[in-house]
């Protein structure tokens, strides 16, 4: 079993209530962007527990998520489902979702690709595009490297990439962004926006019809 499906099975679903009852429904950067660009259908690509599906969903989006462990689409759907909210929800890989082709104004994605390696990060990337509209957007957050990040046991292979090697993230990947390595996995034909948040950073990119590359 991998790390996430492990980590997700192995959850205390008291933890998960009280994540929900303290977070911060209220709009933020990315619901006012996608308001803005009129966009209404989104999915939720690594979505966890659901937490942030769920707050686009009370913000009006139409929303899907996925995960790669389905102990946590199994959770996002029940949280939805609780607040009243329909939504598919299911277990896959961003690299290979199997979703259709173009089913999206906008794929979100907090903090996962920054979970794979770079290289395949680089194959998230183009399938999250593969699944937006034309005219849609995907967005992407990274988080920054902090110090558990350095002191947890790890190697760092020859791209960069944090491979844990024991204790609590045995198993688990990071790969530390800065600006120079999003523009690195997205290259120079899209149309793209790389912001600077306060843990990390947010990678905006525009889809066109005609550029389907990244
Ligand atoms: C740091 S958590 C972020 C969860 C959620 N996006 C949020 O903002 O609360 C990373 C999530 O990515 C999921 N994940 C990791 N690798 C994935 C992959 N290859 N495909 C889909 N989900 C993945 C994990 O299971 C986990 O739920």
């Not at 619901?31 to 009006?60: M, P, R, S």
């Not at 329909?86 to 690709?113: M, N, P």
């Not at 194959?123 to 967005?139: H, P, S």
Request: aromatic share 10%.
């Amino acid at each position: 079993m991998g790390f996430w499906e492990q980590s997700w099975k192995d959850i205390d679903l008291a933890r998960v209530e009280a994540y929900t009852e303290g977070f911060n429904f209220n709009s933020d950067s990315i619901i006012d962007f996608l308001n803005e660009k009129q966009c209404h259908k989104v999915l939720d690509a690594g979505c966890g527990c659901g937490i942030y599906a769920l707050k686009l969903a009370k913000h009006g989006f139409d929303v899907d998520g996925l995960d790669v462990a389905s102990s946590a689409s199994d959770i996002a759907s029940k949280l939805m489902a609780d607040n009243g909210f329909t939504g598919r929800f299911t277990a896959a890989d961003i690299k290979d979702t199997r979703l259709a082709t173009e089913s999206y104004d906008a794929v979100i994605s907090r903090d996962v690709i920054d979970h794979m390696t770079k290289a395949d990060a680089k194959l998230a990337l183009k399938e999250l595009f593969r699944l937006t509209k034309n005219d849609g957007y995907v967005i992407v957050t990274v988080d920054s490297l902090d110090d558990e990040y350095v002191s947890e046991p790890h190697i760092v292979d020859a791209d960069g990439n944090y491979c844990f090697t024991d204790g609590k993230w045995n198993g688990m990947v990071f790969h530390p962004y800065d600006e120079n390595e999003l523009q690195d996995i997205i290259g120079n034909s899209t149309e793209h926006l790389i912001s600077v948040l306060e843990d990390g950073f947010m990678l905006v990119c525009r889809k066109y019809a005609d550029n389907e590359r990244v």
